[in-house]
């Protein structure tokens, strides 16, 4: 199942009818939020960041990913502990 963002103007919108469970309703709720991204808007927009923080954290999230991704693929079978 291929995750694509919904479009944000789109609402979101549960029919509930006499035989559908409230906690079915409420994890399809919570499915809908997190594939219209509300969750990560919210976080996002908690308090504002400056735009050079922004990007120094973006750079230092794709260095830690790309570090992670070398240490996987140059220590295959070996693990340090």
Known sequence: MAHEKKDPKDKIRIDITDGFAVERALKKFKRLCDAYGIVKEYRAREYYQKPSIKRVEKME????RRNKTNAKSSGRGSRKI
């Open 61 to 64: 999230a794709a260095e830690k």
